[in-house]
T-cell receptor
C-alpha cells in the first residue's frame, strides 16, 4: 500500500543552524502539507502546497520556514535558523481527498 | 476560530468496548477523521466519515456523527492491548488544513 515517507526520522541540530526535512508524498497525490506536534501538544498545521505553490499557511509558518518541491517526488521543509522552540515532531501529509501522514521527523534543537 | 475538543484519557478493560468522544465547532466541516498515534510513531489514518453520513462501520470500528450537536464518536469493539495509543479527532474540508483535537490517550488494561 502506498505511503508517505519522511527522512530523517530524528534530527538533532544546534540553535541557529539550518535544517531541511524531507518527505516523499504518495505518488498520485496533488496536495502536500506540513504539520508539527510539540511534545504533549496538539498537531498544528504549518503549510499546504498545491500546483507548485503555497496554498495556505499558518501564523507559525514565518520567514524562517520555506517549502519546496524540487523534483517530481520530494517535498521539503527548510527552517533557516532554528530556535529551541522549533523542537517538535514534524509530519508531512499528502492527499487527493483524505490526508495521509508520514511517520514524522523528530527535530531536537539544542 | 475552529476548535476540536476531546477528553484526554480513557481506560478500559481488554475485551470491553471503548468509546472516544469529540466535539467540533466548524459546522461546515465535510470530513471528520480519526487518527491513531502509537508511542514515538506517526499518525495512522484509522477511519473518516463524510458530514452527510450518520454512521460508518469498519470491522471493529464504528464512527457515529451527530451533526446537530457537532459530536463525533469512535467506538472500538473488543478492545485489545494493541489498541493502546493516542486517538486524534480532526476536522477539515477535503484538501484544506486539518484541525486536530488534543488527543485521547486510551489505556487498555489486561
Amino acid at each position: 500500500e502506498p505511503e508517505v515517507t519522511q527522512t530523517p526520522s530524528h534530527q538533532v541540530t544546534q540553535m541557529g543552524q539550518e535544517v531541511i526535512l524531507r518527505c516523499v508524498p504518495i505518488s498520485n497525490h496533488l496536495y502536500f502539507y506540513w504539520y508539527r506536534q510539540i511534545l504533549g501538544q496538539k498537531v498544528e498545521f504549518l503549510v499546504s502546497f498545491y500546483n507548485n505553490e503555497i496554498s495556505e499557511k499558518s501564523e507559525i509558518f514565518d520567514d524562517q520556514f520555506s517549502v519546496e518541491r524540487p523534483d517530481g517526488s520530494n517535498f521539503t521543509l527548510k527552517i533557516r535558523s532554528t530556535k529551541l522552540e522549533d523542537s517538535a515532531m514534524y509530519f508531512c501529509a499528502s492527499s487527493l481527498n483524505e490526508q495521509f501522514f508520514g511517520p514524522g521527523t523528530r527535530l531536537t534543537v539544542l | 476560530g475552529e476548535d476540536v475538543e476531546q477528553s484526554l484519557f480513557l481506560s478500559v478493560r481488554e475485551g470491553d468496548s471503548s468509546v472516544i468522544n469529540c466535539t467540533y465547532t466548524d459546522s461546515s466541516s465535510t470530513y471528520l477523521y480519526w487518527y491513531k498515534q502509537e508511542p514515538g510513531a506517526g499518525l495512522q489514518l484509522l477511519t473518516y466519515i463524510f458530514s452527510n453520513m450518520d454512521m460508518k462501520q469498519d470491522q471493529r470500528l464504528t464512527v457515529l456523527l451527530n451533526k446537530k450537536d457537532k459530536h463525533l464518536s469512535l467506538r472500538i469493539a473488543d478492545t485489545q492491548t494493541g489498541d493502546s495509543a493516542i486517538y486524534f479527532c480532526a476536522e477539515g474540508h477535503g484538501n484544506t488544513p486539518l484541525v486536530f483535537g488534543k488527543g485521547t490517550r486510551l489505556s487498555v488494561i489486561a
